[in-house]
């Protein structure tokens, strides 16, 4: 059965830093397409970063506070987040695709975590 766990969510101060882990299970994490995306109450899901074997990608509202990076003898990918704004606050989703788009997000998205909760507040 595939698998995608997340972790690493959890309350941070404003400007303070999380860093979330994804493992995947059921499948190596050698999907050439794995990244984060990201739901606030009452918003739409929107990408914030992908991986592929040629790149990463980032929404812009991330570039330069955000890192994804990936361990694949370790099945896991994780994202580094920086110099948190409230408006960073949302349940954080891992998932695997087809491609990465420029913007971060995931095209052709296959599988999901059940995703983990981010609050940036004072």
């Known amino acids: 059965q595939v698998q995608l766990v997340e972790s690493g969510g959890g309350l941070v101060q404003p400007g303070g830093s999380l860093r979330l882990s994804c493992t995947a299970s059921?499948?190596?994490?050698?999907?050439?397409?794995i990244g984060w995306s990201r739901q606030a109450p009452g918003k739409e899901r929107e990408g914030v970063s992908c991986?592929?074997?040629?790149?990463?990608y980032y929404t812009d509202s991330v570039k330069g506070r955000f890192t994804i990076s990936r361990d694949d003898a370790k099945n896991t990918v994780s994202l580094q987040m920086n110099s948190l704004k409230p408006e960073d606050t949302a349940t954080y989703y891992c998932a695997t695709g087809q491609a990465c788009t420029n913007e971060g997000g995931i095209v052709g998205t296959n599988y999901w975590g059940q995703g983990t909760q981010v609050t940036v507040s004072s």
């Open positions: 059921g499948f190596t994490s050698n999907s050439n397409v």
């Open positions: 991986i592929n074997r040629r790149g990463t």
